[in-house]
């Protein structure tokens, strides 16, 4: 039995699962730790997601920022240019 792969794949999730059941101590054992095992998988997928959501947000935010500070430069240009016009024209 490989018992690495077991830990890197199974550790932490047999942990819990394991620890879930000796505390509750269930009357179907084996049936509590397969919901333990899915309930587990379904968390790890929930955050992963949570995780991709929340990089596509930084991203956007990044991006309405740069395109504010890009704004704020071509109004100064703008600004700094008519008033240069005016400037001539006196």
Known sequence: MDTEYLKRCLGKCLTEGL???AEKRPA???EHLAQCIYKYKDNLA?????????SVC?????LQEN???KSLFFDRVYTKS???QQY???
């Open 46 to 54: 929930y955050e992963e997601k949570v995780m991709r959501l929340r």
């Open 88 to 90: 001539i024209r006196f």
């Open 28 to 30: 179907d054992p084996i």
């Open 82 to 84: 008519i008033m240069q």
């Open 67 to 69: 395109q504010y500070e």
């Open 19 to 21: 620890a879930d059941v």
């Open 58 to 62: 930084f991203h956007q935010q990044d």
